[in-house]
């Protein structure tokens, strides 16, 4: 008589535990001194079959079957506190993932079970957001969520990365308005005299970010060399104002001065000798080329807000601080700067940024071009 095979481990076994009631279990060995095994349930023994395959082939992927089960809110907590505060993170980007995370994943997701969580709960999830975020929005918070679950799949918590199967909506390409030279000369001449001129001028003649501008210091410039290097930025962090390393290696950078820059810089240096013996002993000397009246760093959002009322008296209502440096970027395509040129002095990670950001500047340069086909093969005025 041939005795009954005994399971092996991880086999896993189907029974009908009551009428209309099925039961698997996948035996997990022994942990902590004890036989442990992972029931799942099912209404008929097909479907218990079905369960039970996917807890097998989640042993044999290495998730941890017998770990407490969490949901997506305790996960993310854990993520943010014990994950990301270690790793290398950018303060500021983990301002933007804690937001994300408060504000729409664990309201919208939070009480799901995280090795439950399936691409349908997330794609409601991001359906729902349309309406209340914009489109540049929900897939922010959508990349945040495929971060972390990634991190819990690295960790084998979950068998796979459910958010890469969900489609955030289609970020529809809008031609961003340019700022004109005429536009430009304009604003010049509103922000004469002001505190922060030399601080908008620089971001109209280098791009350099806000938080570059803020974090840069008078040693990472060379004036006789006309050049400045760009080594730390400033950023709001939960725990203030911090300096920071720039977000990638492109973006720490040296980058060439027009005259335009050098006197804007020369012009500051000025001025903040005065500002410097005007304040004599509470003077923090941090060496920052753009600083409060007293030598701290300046709040990134009041530099904002008095570009907002400079231009105004420039008639320019919808110029955002942000605009000079696209316009920098625009004013250089438009005098035939090659697009590689443009991506590294604006520090971008990859030429494709620099083309998807600046596409609208192309069609012209492209038409320049078919032109200089005609005057090559004397067809001018003959189309």
Avoid: C
């Avoid at 922010?140 to 796979?160: F, I, N, S, T």
């Amino acid at each position: 008589m041939t005795g009954r095979r005994r399971r092996a481990h991880g086999e896993g076994s189907v029974y009908e535990q009551r009428p209309g009631v099925w039961a698997a279990a996948v035996d997990l060995g022994w942990i902590d001194g004890k036989r442990k095994r992972k029931y799942v349930y099912a209404k008929s023994e097909a479907e218990a079959v079905r369960k039970r395959d996917e807890l097998r082939k989640q042993l044999q992927l290495g998730v941890d079957l017998a770990a407490q089960p969490r949901t997506v809110e305790a996960w993310l907590t854990e993520w943010l506190r014990d994950v990301k505060a270690h790793d290398g993170t950018r303060p500021s980007t983990l301002v933007r993932y804690r937001l994300a995370v408060t504000k729409h994943l664990v309201p919208g997701l939070g009480r799901v079970k995280l090795d439950r969580l399936t691409p349908r709960d997330v794609q409601r999830f991001l359906t729902g957001l349309r309406g209340r975020l914009a489109p540049a929005s929900i897939i922010k918070v959508h990349a945040v969520l495929r971060v972390a679950l990634a991190d819990a799949e690295r960790m084998d918590l979950v068998p796979r990365n459910v958010a890469k199967a969900a489609k955030p909506p289609a970020l529809g390409r809008s031609e961003r308005r340019a700022l004109s030279p005429e536009e430009a000369k304009a604003l010049l001449s509103a922000l004469t005299g002001d505190r922060l001129e030399s601080l908008f001028v620089m971001a109209l003649a280098t791009g350099l970010r806000r938080a570059e501008l803020l974090g840069l210091r008078w040693s990472d410039v060379d004036l006789p060399g006309r050049a400045l290097f760009v080594r730390q930025t400033l950023q709001r962090t939960d725990r203030g104002l911090e300096f920071v390393p720039p977000k990638t290696h492109r973006s720490s950078r040296p980058l060439p001065l027009s005259t335009l820059a050098v006197r804007a810089l020369e012009s500051q240096r000025v001025r903040q000798a005065r500002e410097r013996l005007a304040a004599g002993e509470v003077w923090s000397d941090l060496g920052l080329v753009f600083a409060s009246t007293i030598g701290t760093p300046m709040e990134p959002r009041n530099v904002n807000r008095r570009f907002e009322q400079l231009r105004v008296t420039a008639g320019l209502d919808w110029l955002h601080l942000h605009d000079l440096r696209h316009a920098f970027a625009t004013f250089l395509l438009d005098q035939g700067e090659e697009l590689r040129t443009v991506m590294e002095l604006l520090g971008h990670s990859t030429i494709r940024m620099t083309a998807d950001t600046y596409g609208h500047v192309l069609p012209a340069r492209a038409r320049q071009a078919a032109s200089a086909i005609d005057r090559v093969l004397g067809e001018e005025g003959t189309a």
